[in-house]
């Protein structure tokens, strides 16, 4: 699956916060890129609001459009709120499962370790960043991760802690229940992204 590998600040700058998680403190956080500047200051438009929210949170995940909706289509034939149940279905990706463990700093570090083959999944290598854990699984680190100085710093910090739909013993996490709204706190409306589709 393709991704994104252009500049990460340009993004960040366009959504207005940092998406990435790396704690850059943006350099006109409040002006869109572009060489002209912010394009007058019309009110955007609802339409654009919501275009703006779904990409927002497609690059959080560091997904495309096509892999994005069909995020969505999938979620809508789940029973349950369908934002609600696309925002578990974005959270339980392997790269994110291994970011939010505390294993790597950002996503896309954690997409890295997953696609160099770092990653175990009950005890078996598994190199794609989209697979999507299960309740119940074990994630761990291959040996080879555990010398990597970032992974090495993070598991010896006992304040990174896991959400508490993850649990964490030294270098091996598990799902133990699908993350609730409450649970999740990637700052998305995801109302508008349903609003989006639905239009």
């Not at 993004?11 to 990435?20: A, I, P, Q, V």
């Not at 096509?66 to 369908?82: C, H, I, N, S």
């Not at 991760?145 to 304040?159: D, G, M």
């Amino acid at each position: 699956m393709s991704r994104y590998i252009g500049p990460k600040n340009k993004l960040s700058r366009r959504e207005g916060m940092d998406l990435f998680g790396k704690g850059n403190k943006l350099r006109r956080a409040t002006v869109p890129p572009g060489q002209h500047g912010p394009k007058g200051s019309r009110r955007p438009s609802d339409y654009g609001v919501r275009l703006r929210e779904k990409q927002k949170t497609r690059r959080i995940y560091g997904t495309i459009e096509k892999q994005f909706r069909g995020y969505f289509e999938k979620a809508k034939k789940v029973p349950g709120k369908t934002g609600e149940v696309l925002l578990q279905l974005l959270e339980t990706r392997l790269d994110n499962v291994v970011y939010r463990l505390g294993f790597t700093p950002t996503r896309f570090m954690a997409r890295q370790l997953v696609s160099h083959g770092h990653i175990l999944v009950d005890g078996k290598k598994l190199d794609i960043p989209s697979y999507q854990v299960k309740v119940g699984q074990l994630i761990a680190l291959s040996e080879k991760a555990l010398s990597i100085p970032q992974v090495k710093l993070r598991l010896e910090n006992p304040e990174i802690l896991p959400p508490a739909w993850l649990s964490r013993q030294a270098h091996v996490g598990k799902v133990s229940t699908l993350p609730n709204r409450e649970a999740i706190d990637t700052p998305i409306n995801e109302q508008l992204i349903v609003e989006f589709y639905s239009r």
